[in-house]
């Protein structure tokens, strides 16, 4: 069982920058993968970055490449995703996900409004 727990969403202005936190907590591992995915209103869950627990190998999704950051705390069992350039398409509920083998967790999610 692993729970997720997303901060720093916020509201901002359009070429801001905003950094998301998640942490997680009981029966974590260093064999895992943790990522960001995003939800706009109307749209499908779209993937944003993804980071190797153990290794620290990230992958981005095209629309956030070089403007994105993911990186992880390993001490604290936290990810983080740093988002630059931020566009008003960039609105969303951010979710982190934790996968380890066959099992996947979602938080809860945490609310990102770009203005313009």
């Known amino acids: 069982q692993v729970q997720l727990v997303e901060s720093g969403g916020g509201l901002v202005q359009a070429g801001g920058s905003l950094r998301l936190s998640c942490a997680a907590s009981g029966r974590t591992s260093s064999n895992c993968e943790m990522g960001w995915y995003r939800q706009a209103p109307g749209k499908e869950r779209e993937f944003v970055a993804r980071?190797?627990?153990?290794?620290?190998?990230?992958n981005y999704g095209d629309s956030v490449k070089g403007r994105f950051t993911i990186s992880r705390d390993t001490a604290k069992n936290t990810v983080y995703l740093q988002m630059s350039s931020l566009k008003p398409e960039d609105t969303a509920i951010y979710y982190c996900?934790?996968?380890?083998?066959?099992?996947?967790?979602w938080g809860k999610g945490t609310l990102v409004t770009v203005s313009s």
């Open positions: 980071i190797n627990c153990g290794g620290g190998i990230t």
């Open positions: 996900n934790y996968v380890a083998t066959i099992f996947t967790y």
